[in-house]
């Protein structure tokens, strides 16, 4: 990626417009996360229900702590997972607006192993991480498909090629028993190995 690409990405995000960024999975739609306007666009350009939160990407395990509660079962899984293809669910910090975790307690969180993705957000700070796709559609693998899809003008697409990755684990750390969501790259053993092995 380009300086002048990571500049325009930066740019629009502070106007609060939405972007187009690649992460280790799929294609992403990007907005600051505390710009509650911009948070709604995405909604609306997704045709996501406001009932449905959007999951939230950052640049390292040590960012995930200004936005989410950690413990040391949290922060082993974290460490040991991520960078990659794991979202993980925890309780939120109040500093999150609830529009974007459609007024739950709990975060999905992840920190996308994509060198674009890692700049962007290491740059920036916390972003919306959905996929870039109409809600419940197909996610199109490059971006010419991804625009005639969303039927928006989106100001800025970091390009990475085509993008058609497993969808990330998705593990609940937020409750007592950790439970796994959907499954992904990352196998169920995998993650209990983690947890139990402490």
Request: overall charge positive; aromatic content about 4%; hydrophobic content about 40%.
């Amino acid at each position: 990626m380009k300086k002048d690409d990571l500049l325009k990405a930066t740019n629009a995000l502070r106007k609060g417009q939405p972007i187009i960024y690649p992460t280790d999975t799929l294609y992403a739609l990007g907005v600051d996360i505390y710009n509650q306007s911009a948070v709604r666009k995405v909604f609306e350009i997704k045709k996501r229900p406001l009932t449905v939160p959007l999951p939230v990407a950052v640049h390292s395990v040590e960012a995930m702590e200004t936005i989410a509660c950690m413990n040391t079962i949290t922060k082993r899984v974290c460490e040991t997972f991520l960078p990659g293809s794991v979202t993980i669910i925890l309780r939120k910090k109040s500093t999150v607006p609830d529009i974007v975790t459609s007024g739950s307690h709990t975060i999905a969180v992840r920190v996308p192993n994509h060198p674009i993705a890692m700049r962007l957000l290491s740059e920036y700070g916390p972003l919306t991480v959905t996929s870039a796709n109409i809600h419940q559609k197909k996610t199109q693998g490059i971006i010419k498909d991804i625009l005639k899809q969303l039927k928006t003008d989106i100001p800025v697409c970091l390009h990475d090629g085509r993008l058609e990755g497993v969808p990330s684990t998705i593990v609940d750390l937020s409750i007592k028993k950790p439970k796994i969501i959907r499954k992904g790259s990352i196998t169920e053993k995998e993650i209990w190995d983690v947890i139990s092995h402490g």
